[in-house]
């Protein structure tokens, strides 16, 4: 049996230790004759306190780093460039095992809140005209594991640099995580295990462009996190303009999945709203997004300032029709917040991520 147990574990020889159970890693270490209690330390460097290689598990004997190192692989992300904004916002420019690039940013916030936007994928599919990553390719979804050591890697930083950590994590950064689904369900249900960093999932928020399908399994599945939706225009003229996606995934059918994600998890929904001048800004295009948020249980709707972009040529509206916005949404009792965008100075501000180095290199 212990035989048959390590034929089917070194099929998975060079394979990513991460991919393991534990109970597969305590099967693996009894058939090369180490002790079933190694297993948990291994584990613990893994996750608890993660390592970026098998060398620096050093409560383990250098034969069996070794070993380790000869049957599996650990293809962890590093840190390849950090940049730092005035306003406190820091930028991490990640480098996978096979050489691409994705970011995420440790936003810090004057109400003590400490938040990581992470990437999903590698570039992006969705084409949004708006959005920097949105003019990449997507070379390919991010495994779980490497969006798990993105939050830590951010999480690192943020207890290095402001002795605390990360209070929220947002999936907004690179990519469709709804297009990238069985690996953002693992890595949250990594994140908030006791075995990871054991954060509440109430503190986690998956964004997406709009996939109607995958919010409803979203549904199906229970999950516990938060959801937001980036609508960004509320008529289905002006969104398929800027979001391509709307052409299969029109508002209704929206608003269908996001009343039916309700019924099935009783979360509520969070709106996102980019503000675009002359296109989305006006009173009538206000009406209109009141109109939707009556039709879905949402709790909030994000305003957010749009940060110019190299490839497009989309403005940022006047401060007065922001206001005015902002005090037609209030006056229509919709719960709504402006959120002023970070680390512009860094292009880590929403929408702006797209390894522009690595580009201009
Ligand atoms: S906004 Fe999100 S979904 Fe749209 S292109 Fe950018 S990363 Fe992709």
């Known amino acids: 049996m212990a035989r048959l147990y390590l034929c089917k574990i070194m099929k998975n020889a060079a394979r990513n230790i991460r991919h393991l159970?534990?109970?597969?890693?305590?099967?693996?270490?009894?058939?090369?004759?180490?002790?079933?209690?190694?297993?948990?330390?291994?584990?613990?460097?893994?996750?608890?306190?993660?390592?970026?290689?098998?060398?620096?598990?050093?409560?383990?004997?250098?034969?069996?780093?070794?070993?380790?190192?000869?049957?599996?692989?650990?293809?962890?992300?590093?840190?390849?460039?950090?940049?730092?904004?005035?306003?406190?916002?820091?930028?991490?420019?990640?480098?996978?095992?096979?050489?691409?690039?994705?970011?995420g940013v440790l936003i810090p916030t004057a109400s003590g809140r400490y938040t990581a936007c992470v990437s999903s994928q590698i570039g992006c599919s969705l084409s949004c005209r708006f959005c920097a990553t949105g003019y990449?390719?997507?070379k390919r979804n991010l495994d779980f594991d490497e969006i798990y050591d993105e939050v830590v890697?951010?999480?690192?930083?943020?207890?290095?640099?402001?002795?605390?950590?990360?209070?929220?994590?947002?999936?907004?950064?690179?990519g469709e995580p709804?297009?990238?689904?069985?690996?953002?369900?693992?890595?949250?249900?990594r994140i908030t295990s006791p075995e990871g960093l054991a954060m509440s999932p109430k503190r986690i928020t998956v964004s997406t462009a709009g996939v109607a399908k995958m919010i409803r399994q979203l549904g199906d599945d229970k999950v516990k996190f938060k959801l937001a939706l980036s609508l960004h225009a509320a008529n289905d003229q002006k969104r398929h303009g800027i979001m391509p996606i709307n052409e299969t995934n029109d508002i209704q059918s929206l608003i269908d999945a996001?009343?039916?994600?309700?019924?099935?998890?009783?979360?509520?929904?969070?709106?996102?709203?980019?503000?675009?001048?002359?296109?989305?800004?006006?009173?009538?295009?206000?009406?209109e997004l009141i109109k939707i948020y009556r039709q879905v249980p949402a709790d909030l709707v994000n305003l957010i300032e749009y940060n110019p972009i190299d490839a497009a040529t989309f403005e940022k509206p006047e401060e007065d029709k922001v206001?005015?916005?902002?005090?037609?949404?209030?006056?229509h009792r919709v719960?709504?917040?402006?959120?002023?965008?970070?680390?512009?100075?860094?292009?880590?501000a929403c929408g702006q991520l797209a390894n522009k180095e690595e580009h201009s290199a």
């Not at 002795?163 to 907004?172: A, E, P, R, W």
């Not at 719960?335 to 880590?348: M, Q, T, V």
């Open 21 to 103: 159970v534990l109970t597969d890693i305590e099967a693996y270490l009894l058939t090369i004759g180490e002790k079933k209690f190694r297993a948990k330390q291994v584990y613990d460097w893994l996750w608890l306190k993660p390592v970026r290689s098998f060398n620096e598990m050093t409560n383990l004997s250098k034969e069996l780093r070794q070993k380790l190192t000869e049957d599996f692989t650990l293809p962890a992300l590093k840190i390849d460039h950090t940049q730092h904004s005035e306003d406190g916002t820091f930028k991490l420019r990640f480098k996978t095992h096979d050489g691409h690039f994705v970011e």
């Open 136 to 138: 990449m390719d997507r």
């Open 153 to 174: 890697l951010l999480n690192d930083v943020c207890e290095k640099e402001y002795g605390k950590k990360l209070s929220n994590i947002v999936y907004m950064g690179m």
């Open 178 to 189: 709804l297009l990238n689904y069985k690996n953002v369900l693992r890595s949250i249900e």
């Open 258 to 287: 996001l009343n039916y994600f309700y019924k099935q998890t009783k979360n509520e929904i969070t709106f996102e709203y980019i503000l675009f001048k002359n296109l989305n800004d006006s009173l009538t295009d206000a009406d």
């Open 323 to 331: 206001e005015a916005f902002m005090y037609y949404l209030g006056k």
């Open 335 to 348: 719960n709504a917040r402006l959120r002023r965008s970070r680390g512009k100075d860094i292009d880590a």
